[in-house]
Nanobody
Framework: QVHLVESGGGLVQPGGSQRLSCTDS????????MAWYRQAPGKQRELVAA???????NYTDSVKGRFTISRDNAETTVYLQMNNLKPEDTAVYYC?????????WGQGTQVTVSS
């Protein structure tokens, strides 16, 4: 069983940076495709970034060049480094682990970009 815990959300000014973390100390996350999704009020949940077990990385167009997804060497934590944040990045960010049709979700962390 995978139990994902996100951290790092909060209030940040436009143009600022924030790093989100997703961890499960009891699992080796590198065997999963790990992804960050986000859901803004009144909108559908959307894929932000994903990293496969073979380290193939994909980003949604709106965050390319600003966000970076990565893993730590211990393979128990996945990060989302967010730079040059914009008000439209405001959302609840969710960590996801996918393997062989199984999906596991974290509880979400709120990111608010506002002056």
């Amino acid at each position: 069983q995978v139990h994902l815990v996100e951290s790092g959300g909060g209030l940040v000014q436009p143009g600022g940076s924030q790093r989100l973390s997703c961890t499960d100390s009891g699992s080796i996350l590198s065997i999963y495709t790990m992804a960050w999704y986000r859901q803004a009020p009144g909108k559908q949940r959307e894929l932000v970034a994903a990293i496969s077990s073979s380290d193939t990385i994909n980003y949604t167009d709106s965050v390319k060049g600003r966000f970076t997804i990565s893993r730590d060497n211990a393979e128990t934590t996945v990060y989302l480094q967010m730079n040059n944040l914009k008000p439209e990045d405001t959302a609840v960010y969710y960590c996801n682990a996918y393997l062989l049709g199984l999906n596991f979700w974290g509880q979400g962390t709120q990111v608010t970009v506002s002056s």
